[in-house]
Structure formats: C-alpha cells, structure tokens
C-alpha cells in the first residue's frame, strides 16, 4: 500500500470542508443517524417492550400466518429491526432500501387492523424519508471529496 495516499492534503482537507457544508451531505447524515439510532431503538424495544406493548400493533391474520406466539414474533421483528438499523449505519444505500420496505410491511399491518390510521400514517412519513436517504445515499455514500 502506498503511504502517500494516507497524508492529507490541503486540497483535500478543504474538500471535506466542502462536502461537510453541504446541505445535501448534512440531510443524508442526519437521516442515516436518524434510521440507525430509532430502529435500532425500536428494535430493542421489542424484546423489552418499554415504550409500548409492541405485540398489540400485530394484526391478527399475520399472528396467525407465523409459528409462536405474537410475542415471539416480535422478537424476530426485534432481530430484524436491530439487523435493519446496523445496515444502515454501515451500507446506508442498502439499509435505507431494506428499511423502506419493512415501514411498507408495518404500514400493510397496521392498516389491516383498522384502527391504527394515525401510527400507519406516521410510518408512512418514515417510508419517505427513508426512500430519501436512499437516494441522497446514491450520491454520498463512498464518495469522494470534491
């Protein structure tokens, strides 16, 4: 490996200024945050059920599609909440794309249930931005100061 390529540089020091001052470089790190920390969070939550009683917000028909009990399926959504956040920490073009279609899924659930409108209509706010910071991804994930 060539150390060269390892020594900063003013040229590019000034170019992460650039790209740090970047309202679109700002959104994507907010966002990828934002996705990372809340569904990791939610993903614990589901195990420890803190903020809510999380199996109350399974409809009924997909309790009855999967094996166990509709706690146990919560600890597998737990699994996939918690793997869903740690790949947008890490591969946000991915995470964010994986994320979108779980808040799609949750937001078929809810609806199906008939009277979670509000929590449905508020996952589908997080769909959108998280469909944004796959595009905003598209640009800034890997790149290379300018």
């Not at 040229?11 to 679109?24: K, M, N, Y």
């Not at 073009?93 to 979670?116: E, F, H, K």
């Amino acid at each position: 490996m060539d150390p060269s390529r390892n020594v900063l540089t003013r040229e590019t020091l000034e170019a992460e200024e650039r790209r740090h001052a970047d309202p679109s470089w700002q959104a994507f790190m907010l966002l990828r945050v934002l996705f990372s920390v809340v569904v990791i969070i939610f993903g614990l939550d589901a195990f420890f059920n803190l903020l809510v009683d999380w199996k109350l917000f399974l409809a009924p028909w997909i309790n009855n599609l999967v094996p166990g009990t509709a706690q146990q399926a919560m600890y597998a959504v737990g699994i996939i909440e918690i793997a869903a956040g740690i790949t947008v920490a890490f591969r946000p073009r991915l995470g964010a794309y994986l994320v979108a279609a779980w808040l799609a899924g949750i937001i078929v659930n809810l609806v199906s249930i008939g009277y979670y409108g509000d929590v449905a209509l508020r996952d589908f706010g997080l769909f959108i931005a998280a469909l944004a910071l796959a595009r905003l991804a598209a640009a800034h994930d890997g790149r290379t100061p300018r």
